[in-house]
T-cell receptor
């Protein structure tokens, strides 16, 4: 089975621009979460979607938005990019296995804002 | 997050040596997750602990949860170069069942051959 896939792998944008990151979960996984990982830090939770509904939102400004599609893939959108948005953006999908929601992470999208 | 502290921040060990990484939560844990990350890549799930006193093993890696201290320790026995990477603990404080985790800053492990 294919793992979680994310596109693009790398991206360079200029301050003020808009970016869309994409994620395809593992087949059969209905929950998708997004995390931001700044260099040298642990991942920070941004959003969680389940069955196309937002189930959780982290402490991020309204410039960040996301959605989930009927096929459970997801997009993360960031408007008015700032230098501080430069990070590795991780997507994770999850399933219930033995009573535990085990999250599987994608390889991430490396966003650089100049 | 300072609400979830990992120690040490980095570690260099000789191949074959044992090591321990700690993760301490300032809030009550519903679940504690351990992940490994190769530099700049996605996270790999290692194990998840829910109950106080619970201990789980995966190959040469063992993790325990001390409910009284709200602390988990990850122990690697006879370390190998393949163990090198960043070890991250993730806390589930909201019974989100693991979909919304707060991560520590990670422990960077290097293993010298």
């Amino acid at each position: 089975d294919a793992g979680v896939t994310q596109s693009p792998t790398h991206l360079i944008k200029t301050r003020g621009q808009h970016v869309t990151l994409r994620c395809s979960p593992i087949s059969g996984h209905k929950s998708v979460s997004w995390y931001q990982q700044v260099l040298g830090q642990g991942p920070q939770f941004i959003f969680q979607y389940y069955e196309k509904e937002e189930r959780g939102r982290g402490n991020f400004p309204d410039r960040f938005s996301a959605r989930q599609f009927p096929n459970y893939s997801s997009e993360l959108n960031v408007n008015a990019l700032l230098l501080g948005d430069s990070a590795l953006y991780l997507c994770a999908s999850s399933r219930l296995a033995g009573g535990i929601h085990e999250q599987y992470f994608g390889p991430g999208t490396r966003l650089t804002v100049t | 997050s300072q609400e979830l502290e990992q120690s040490p921040q980095s570690l260099i060990v000789q191949e074959g040596k044992n090591l321990t990484i700690n993760c301490t939560s300032s809030k009550t844990l519903y679940g504690l997750y351990w992940y490994k990350q190769k530099y700049g890549e996605g996270l790999i799930f290692l194990m998840m602990l829910q109950k106080g006193g619970e201990e789980k093993s995966h190959e040469k890696i063992t993790a325990k949860l001390d409910e009284k201290k709200q602390q988990s320790s990850l122990h690697i026995t006879a370390s190998q170069p393949s163990h090198a990477g960043i070890y991250l603990c993730g806390a589930d404080w909201e019974k989100s069942s693991g979909d919304k985790l707060t991560f520590g800053t990670g422990t960077r492990l290097a293993v010298r051959p």
